[in-house]
Structures are given as C-alpha cells and as structure tokens.
C-alpha cells in the first residue's frame, strides 16, 4: 500500500524493508514542495529488532547445536556442568567441576532440553525482549535478563531444596522480559511496530501499571497459569520427577524479578518512577 498526500503529493513509504515512491505529477509540485513531510507515512520494517536481541537468540541457537552436534558424552558433562541442580548446594553435594554452584545460577539459562523447548524461548524473546531493549538500552536490558534468570534458579529452591532436579532453559529470563515490556507496551504512545525507542518514552508508573486494566490482565493470567501448572504436576506425581517438569516456579521468580529489576534500571528520564 502507497501513501499519497490529501491533494495527490506522492511520499515515500517504507513497505517490509524497502522503500517505494511515485512521482508526483506535474500540476501539483508547488503544492507538494510547501510541506513535503506534511502527508508523509513511514510504517516502520516488520523485523526491526535490536542487535542484543537477535545475538541473544543467535547464541542460545549456537550452544543448542553445538552440544547436540558434540555428542551424547558431551552433552551429559555440560548438562552436569551449567545446569541449575538444586542439590548442589545441599550436603549431598553432586560431582560437578569447582564452582559450578554459582555460576549454574546464570548458566543455566543457556542450556534447552528440546528443540521446541528452544524455539518457544526464543520466540518469546523475540516479543517481549525486544521493547525492554529499546527502552532500557543493551547493557540495562542485559542487567536484567541476568536478574531474571538468577532470581528464577533461586524461586526453585524453597520447593526443591536437596533434590537432584536439572532446571534448564531461558524461560525465567523470558518471564522477566515479560513483566518488564508491560510498562512499556502499555504507556501511552507506544508503537507496537517495535519501532525504534530512544529512551523517551515515558513507561507507565508503578502506581498506573496497579490501575491498567490490560496489564493487570496480562499478570493475572500468567500467575494463573503458572500456578495451574504446579498444582497439575503436583497432584499428578510429575512434581517429583525430573523429566517432563515444567520450572513455574523459575517462571514466577524470573517475572517478579523482571518488573522489580525495569523500575530499579530504567533511565531517569523515561520514567518519573
């Protein structure tokens, strides 16, 4: 679709990736030459994503690959490695390199049990990363992809103390993007073309975030839905196995610690937080 000015003044447009333009005629030059931007109409690319976003998902493809490309010894060593085992800080510590009791906080997240398991994260990434990095910057964003993911390998622990349990994937890291983006998607003006946000944006308030109907909506489901998954294992007896297991329990952790972590890091003067 082309935009054309009220009288017929042609104005590029960016369709997808490109640009198209048409020549005006002749008779209405003068009229177009006045204000030229006047009836101009961008409609930004469909995949306009931040450089972070795209290496972030880059790199959990790569380590995907890899370990699986590597072989089923490899893939047993890195699983034992960097994945988040809450038994590893109890006394019956498992044999795992010197270490890896802290670093497996962080780890973790870099490592997917299936490839659909890590082609939903990264979709999901894709979503709602993307508005957080516009708006905080890469470095802040980063900060809190990291607090996400921490604070969900740490929501595991009340439940799951002492047992040999493997916790992999991003998916707590997604969950605080997730409640990171609502102040942001949900603010006045913001174009949710995943456009380009320079910082100055005003994101909603925590105050008007508790009064915004969509994003008391939005969390109401995702805490419902988190917490239907728990009771089904629980009452089914997957709670207690180590295939299967769906980490709510990263998810809640990761999803407080994303919209704690967006107040605590977004600039000065993109909110009045």
């Known amino acids: 679709m082309l935009g054309v000015g009220d009288k017929g003044c042609a104005n590029p447009v ?28 961008v409609v930004p690319p469909l995949l306009n994503l931040p ?3 795209v290496v972030l998902v880059g790199l959990l493809v790569a380590i995907h690959a890899i370990v699986g490309w590597m072989g089923e010894n490899f893939e047993i060593w890195t699983i034992y490695a960097f994945s988040f085992i809450p038994q590893r800080l109890s006394h019956e510590a498992i044999a795992a390199p010197f270490g890896a009791a802290v670093w497996s ?10 490839l659909f398991h890590l082609i939903s994260n990264c979709l999901w990434l894709l979503v709602f990363a993307t508005p957080v990095v516009r708006h905080l910057g890469n470095v802040r964003a980063l900060a ?7 604070a969900g390998a740490a929501a595991m622990l009340p439940l799951h103390w002492g047992q ?3 916790v992999i994937g991003a998916s707590a890291s997604v969950s605080g993007a997730m409640a990171a983006a609502m102040p942001v998607m949900y603010a006045p003006g913001f174009r949710r073309t995943m456009a380009e946000d320079d910082g ?6 925590p105050g008007e975030l508790l009064r915004n109907r969509n994003a008391l909506v939005f969390t109401a489901v995702f805490f419902m839905l988190q917490l239907l ?15 299967g297991l769906i980490a709510w329990e990263a ?16 600039r000065k003067s993109a909110s009045q937080a």
């Open 229 to 243: 998954t728990g009771t089904s294992q629980a009452t089914t007896g997957t709670a207690f196995l180590n295939e």
């Open 144 to 150: 809190l992809l990291t607090i996400a993911a921490v």
């Open 14 to 41: 960016r369709i997808g990736v490109e640009a198209a333009s048409i020549v005006p005629d002749t008779n209405e030059i003068d009229d177009c030459s006045r204000n030229p931007q006047a009836d101009t109409a």
């Open 200 to 205: 100055t944006l005003l994101a909603l308030r």
């Open 105 to 114: 906080f962080l780890t973790y997240a870099l490592l997917h049990g299936s």
């Open 164 to 166: 040999f349990l493997i």
């Open 251 to 266: 998810h809640l952790g990761g999803f407080v610690a994303g919209l704690l972590g967006f107040y605590l890091l977004v």
């Open 51 to 53: 450089t972070l976003v």
